[in-house]
């Protein structure tokens, strides 16, 4: 997973805080879709978010 979170920071344009928070939005959204089809639990959703927002703060350093 952390893989894919540093991918998905790689082709995400994520430069201004707005797009930072869209991109977060429709990240949302996505995973509670998957979450309500219970393709995933709520555990790994908390797990990529945090892996996504760990590849994108490295982004920054």
């Given at each position: ?52 927002a ?8």
């Open positions: 997973m952390k893989h894919f979170a540093e991918a998905v920071i790689a082709i995400a344009s994520v430069q201004t805080r707005k797009s930072r928070n869209r991109f977060f939005r429709e990240y949302d959204r996505w995973t509670d879709r998957l979450l309500r089809l219970a393709l995933i639990d709520l555990e790994e959703r908390q797990d990529l978010r945090r892996h996504i760990g590849a994108y703060l490295a982004t920054l350093m």
